[in-house]
């Protein structure tokens, strides 16, 4: 089958650096389903995965981990799907990744892929949409539809990422909360409104003076996803008392707590690897979330992220969506569609 991958940490503009390859079809086992990929799309993990392989590696590796595909054979214990079924899911961090023809991924992380849908358009949500449900939903604990007459705020420090455009729709369209995102350019600013933001302010500028001056003196809920570092004091600040804050990227050097501790606020963390990673006992629950993601898809309720599309699926188009990423110029996500 044809592949993306790589062997040493180089360079984006080094063609070494992604590789077109061929390896050997893979077989499903157990809860194993064997997907034909027919689109993909990139995410920051990739990039910094791919950067952080130390010395050079005696096996090809592949990344990769936002897919749509037709599932072409199943392992004995499956029960959830069946050939010929569209699927949409992230895939597991401690297996091989996504961009390859076909790949293996365990059912209980997959879901069914929104009907009115394309691949390319699928393959932009799993991975954000995951991590921003697991989020809101099961970190934060917000409630999925709000009954109070006041709306709940939440602050999204870094709106118009994958995450942040999946978490700015759930929080505002699904749950109902008044939304403050941060953007630090105009484009990026218009993306945030465009998808239910009621307020934009820019994370470069004083945050907690640029928060206050849209009339709020606390939020109720912050999701930090990008600057835990830069953004954590303000958040802190910002935060209402026994309050919580949500991270998804880690502190570069020791955070201050004592703002938080004060106000017996709690810094919690989202990682959607945990559940496969370690194979919880509640993993099928991403396949229920990315079953919920389809119906509010095909209900118009939420859309899909997808803003830049490249085609086909090889290792030239993987290195510039990488270096788009890298340069942090990417707005929504870069989805790949189908293998030349």
Request: proline share 5%; aromatic share 6%.
């Amino acid at each position: 089958m044809k592949a993306v991958a790589y062997t040493q940490s180089l360079p984006v503009t080094d063609e070494r650096s992604l590789m077109d390859v061929e390896l050997p079809d893979p077989c499903p086992s157990g809860h194993d389903l064997l997907v034909r990929v027919q689109a993909v799309s990139v995410n920051p993990r990739d990039y910094k995965q791919r950067t952080s392989l130390t010395g050079i590696s005696a096996t090809l590796r592949v990344l990769g981990w936002d897919a749509a595909g037709i599932v072409e054979a199943v392992g004995p214990a499956v029960s959830l799907f069946r050939p010929g079924d569209k699927v949409y899911y992230a895939g597991a961090a401690n297996r091989p990744g996504c961009n390859s023809e076909l790949h293996l991924v365990d059912e209980r992380i997959a879901g069914p892929m929104p009907a009115s849908l394309s691949y390319e358009q699928a393959a932009a949500l799993p991975l954000t949409f995951v991590t921003a449900w697991e989020a809101l939903f099961d970190r934060l604990r917000i409630p999925l539809n709000n009954t109070s007459n006041k709306p709940a705020t939440l602050l999204v420090i870094g709106g118009a990422g994958g995450v942040g455009s999946a978490a700015i729709q759930l929080a505002a369209k699904v749950a109902g909360l008044n939304i403050i995102a941060t953007a630090s350019r105009p484009a990026s600013a218009k993306w945030c409104e465009q998808l239910g933001a009621h307020h934009v302010v820019n994370h470069f500028d004083d945050l907690v003076k640029a928060v206050r001056a849209t009339g709020l003196r606390y939020v109720d809920y912050v999701l930090v996803l990008n600057g835990l570092d830069r953004h954590f004091a303000a958040a802190s600040e910002l935060i209402v008392p026994q309050g919580s804050i949500c991270s998804i990227v880690s502190a570069e050097g020791p955070l201050d707590m004592d703002v938080l501790r004060r106000k017996s606020g709690s810094l919690c963390w989202e990682l959607m690897f945990t559940r496969s990673s370690y194979e919880t006992p509640d993993m099928v629950q991403q396949h229920h979330c990315l079953a919920q993601v389809a119906k509010l898809i095909d209900a118009g309720v939420i859309e899909t992220t997808v803003n830049e599309l490249l085609t086909p699926i090889n290792a030239a188009n993987l290195r510039k969506a990488h270096g788009m990423l890298e340069e942090g110029r990417a707005i929504g996500k870069i989805v790949l569609r189908g293998f030349a």
